[in-house]
Nanobody
């Protein structure tokens, strides 16, 4: 059984940084971060495999976020810099056993509980 546990969310001022962590138990191949605001669909943030392949970012990222993985700690990170108020959302870690549809939430079988990121202006 695959389980994902996120941490690292919180309140930060615009221009600040946060690092989200997602610790994984079980076997997965593709890892991703999505975010969601109330009443809206999941928005793709970033993806990677455990080997560092298939790294992709959502168009809005524009070099501000970095996804990375630590195979020893079974943890995927999302370093978020230059945060903006519009980055305020619940951030979710997701995983799939393959590499299908990297940016589509429907391709991901496993999800964490989410961690809230709030950026104040």
């Amino acid at each position: 059984q695959v389980q994902l546990v996120e941490s690292g969310g919180g309140l930060v001022q615009a221009g600040g940084s946060l690092r989200l962590s997602c610790t994984v138990s079980g076997r997965t191949v593709m890892m991703a971060w999505f975010r969601q605001t109330p009443g809206k669909d999941f928005e793709f943030v970033a993806s990677t495999t455990w080997s560092g392949a298939f790294i992709n970012y959502g168009d809005f990222v524009k070099g501000r976020f970095t996804i990375s993985s630590d195979n020893v700690k079974n943890t995927v990170y999302l370093q978020m810099d230059s945060l903006k108020p519009e980055d305020t959302a619940a951030y979710y870690c997701a995983a799939q056993p393959g590499v299908e549809g990297l940016k589509s939430p429907r391709q991901y079988d496993y999800w964490g509980q989410g961690t809230q990121v709030t950026v104040s202006s």
